[in-house]
């Protein structure tokens, strides 16, 4: 196990993030976003190897661990997260970096991918799926739907009240083990239980699913399709990795039909892994990163 010394980064946007900082500056530039209920340390078993040959930026996002958590929902906005990666990229003076996104942090990396090309040199994703294939999912895959009737009960800040203290435990017992295809214990589930219990963090994390404006119909509803899913998608430019756990609970292989048509540089890879393939199955993640970037 590795453990990080992190910087206290103070970013243009008004938030303070802790930093994972590794590898030598004068190597490319490879900035690792995490996603929920995580942080930085998705990348335990990954930062290490890739700072051999890259220099490595692992954030713990606005709203997690002990960075800083905006008090209004609002703040939670993708723009205003992508905000944050580019000045983060500013402060350490790294122009063109190759980004790697997993679950959320994949959501705001596709986003950055798409609006921030002149940053944004190559796209590394892990089981975080494309803004487009997701709506339609959820709309046409009544399996995705069901799997992704979570997020509705995520987004009712009734539930926040009950989630201090021995209500944290049954989040990582219940809402958290259904997704998890490993066990968690020890110094790993310790240090959940502590970025979790910092003031404010929980309601943090969540507002993410609340400032999105993914629609998630309940399975018995014929909401009208959002106006996007009519019309062409710009396509990712980049030369992009797609690392899928096949064994993801959440999102379901459907996150993958049709990629192609809306990421022409696309290379897909599966892995015998579930939603948390980062420290899941973190050799066959180091193989399949330095083969693409090499």
Do not use: C
């Amino acid at each position: 196990m590795t453990d990080f010394d992190l910087q206290r980064v103070d970013l243009a946007t008004g938030v303070t993030l802790d930093v994972a900082v590794e590898g030598d500056p004068a190597n490319p530039a490879i900035i690792l976003l995490h996603g929920f209920p995580e942080s930085h340390r998705t990348w335990r078993y990954i930062i290490p190897e890739l700072a051999k040959t890259h220099y490595v930026i692992a954030p713990d996002q606005r709203g997690y661990a002990r960075s800083s958590k905006p008090a209004d929902v609002n703040d939670y906005t993708p723009d205003k997260i992508v905000a944050d990666l580019i000045a983060l990229a500013d402060h350490f003076e790294i122009d063109r970096f190759t980004l790697v996104g997993h679950d959320w942090g994949g959501a705001i990396a596709w986003m950055a991918a798409l609006t921030k090309p002149d940053r944004v040199a190559r796209l590394i994703i892990l089981n975080a799926p494309h803004p487009y294939v997701f709506q339609k999912t959820l709309f046409d895959d009544l399996d995705q739907r069901k799997a992704s009737q979570y997020i509705t009960a995520f987004r009712d800040t009734g539930i926040d009240k009950g989630l201090i203290g021995s209500g944290l435990e049954r989040f990582f017992g219940t809402t958290f083990a259904k997704v998890l295809t490993s066990t968690v214990a020890g110094k790993d589930k310790a240090a959940y239980l502590d970025e979790w219990s910092q003031p404010g963090a929980m309601t943090a994390m969540l507002n993410w699913y609340r400032a999105s404006q993914i629609v998630v119909p309940g399975m018995d509803e014929t909401p009208a399709r959002p106006a996007f899913l009519d019309a062409p998608f710009p396509p990712v430019t980049q030369p992009t990795l797609v690392i899928w756990g096949m064994q993801d609970k959440a999102l379901l292989p459907s996150q993958l039909e049709g990629l192609e048509a809306l990421v022409p540089d696309l290379t897909v890879v599966h892995v015998d892994a579930g939603h948390f393939v980062p420290w899941e199955a973190p050799e066959a993640v180091v193989h399949t990163m330095r083969s693409w970037l090499n």
